[in-house]
């Protein structure tokens, strides 16, 4: 071990590239592994960040279309036969399994039909909810273990870097400068990582929120029709 740290201090002592790709190619395994699963972790995010924003543009846009289409129809039955089977909004969805409740149950009370209606809308919309908020967690857990993970690598950086001078007995800035970037490295990775997963996780968590609160307000008014 002491060996293979001497011959990475001969190694360090020269080098003056200072560059991404060469400081992630000098670390040891440990720091590479951490920032490889912190790139990965950023890349992942920023996938989930993309992906979740489409999806809340479209289904806005859909369900503020099915709601003014509902409220110009002759009847709810109308509208609901006029519906497309495999729409993938969640509206949609929920008022759907809320008229095929109601078609079931229309031989039977008011009272009845309007409970049993009332629970099929909560466990649709609660059905939805899970959907839209899918991985909402994977942002949530990068957000806050991210940083870290990336002080993990940075502790470990600047141990190596200590290693490095009781080895060498050499306590020039040009023996341990190339330890302390890679660890610092891996902290600036770690909130790399983690300030867009929390903005968006705080961000999206508000939008769901929101649109299911109008998903709400509408089924309370379908209730009090039916």
Request: proline share 2%; net charge positive; charged share 20%.
């Amino acid at each position: 071990m002491e060996q293979e740290i001497a011959s990475q201090v001969v190694g360090l002592g020269g080098s003056t590239d200072f560059s991404l790709w060469k400081l992630f190619l000098r670390a040891d395994f440990v720091v590479k592994f951490v920032i490889i699963l912190l790139i990965a972790s950023s890349i992942f995010s920023w996938a989930l960040i993309f992906d979740k924003y489409k999806l809340f543009k479209k289904i806005n846009s859909s369900t503020e279309d099915f709601e003014k289409k509902f409220w110009k129809a002759k009847s709810a039955e109308s509208f609901n036969n006029n519906l497309p089977n495999n729409s993938q909004d969640p509206a949609t969805k929920i008022f759907k399994a809320a008229m095929n409740e109601l078609v079931k149950t229309k031989r039977q009370s008011s009272s009845v039909q309007a409970a049993r209606v009332e629970r099929i809308l909560e466990v649709a919309t609660d059905t939805e909810v899970k959907n839209v908020e899918k991985n909402f967690t994977f942002l949530a857990t990068v957000g806050s273990t991210a940083p870290f993970i990336g002080l993990f690598g940075t502790v470990w950086g600047i141990m190596n870097s200590f290693q490095s001078i009781a080895i060498s007995r050499n306590t020039s800035l040009a023996i341990v400068a190339p330890g302390i970037a890679e660890a610092l490295f891996a902290t600036a990775l770690g909130l790399l990582a983690a300030i867009p997963a929390v903005v968006a996780y705080n961000k999206f968590n508000s939008d769901s929120k929101r649109y299911f609160s109008k998903i709400d307000n509408f089924s309370k008014r379908f209730l009090s029709i039916i």
